[in-house]
Nanobody, 115 residues
Framework: QVQLVEAGGGLAQAGGSLRLSCAAS????????TGWYRQAPGTQRELVAK???????EYTESAKGRFTISRDNTKNTVYLQTNSLKPEDTAVYYC?????????WGQGTQVTVSS
């Protein structure tokens, strides 16, 4: 199995930045891709960004140019740098991994952006 622990959420002002981290432990060699999803109240969970083992990245349109996903393989940690935050970025952000074809999720971290 794999365990995911997120950190870095919190309160930011519009235009500010936060860096989220997701540390994986356990059978990390079976991770094929890692990403961040978010879910605001009353909405469906949506993909924000993901990175595959070959380093390919994908972003939702609203995150392009503002968010950057990266990883440190030595620490089994993936980061989401969020810049130019907007109130509409407010949501619970979840770390996700494709673990041997299965989805695994972190517990979520709240990001709140004030206007």
């Amino acid at each position: 199995q794999v365990q995911l622990v997120e950190a870095g959420g919190g309160l930011a002002q519009a235009g500010g930045s936060l860096r989220l981290s997701c540390a994986a432990s356990g059978s990390v060699s079976l991770i094929r891709a890692t990403g961040w999803y978010r879910q605001a109240p009353g909405t469906q969970r949506e993909l924000v960004a993901k990175i595959t083992n070959d380093g390919s990245t994908e972003y939702t349109e609203s995150a392009k140019g503002r968010f950057t996903i990266s990883r440190d393989n030595t620490k089994n940690t993936v980061y989401l740098q969020t810049n130019s935050l907007k109130p509409e970025d407010t949501a619970v952000y979840y770390c996700w991994v494709n673990w041997s074809g299965w989805s695994r999720w972190g517990q979520g971290t709240q990001v709140t952006v004030s206007s």
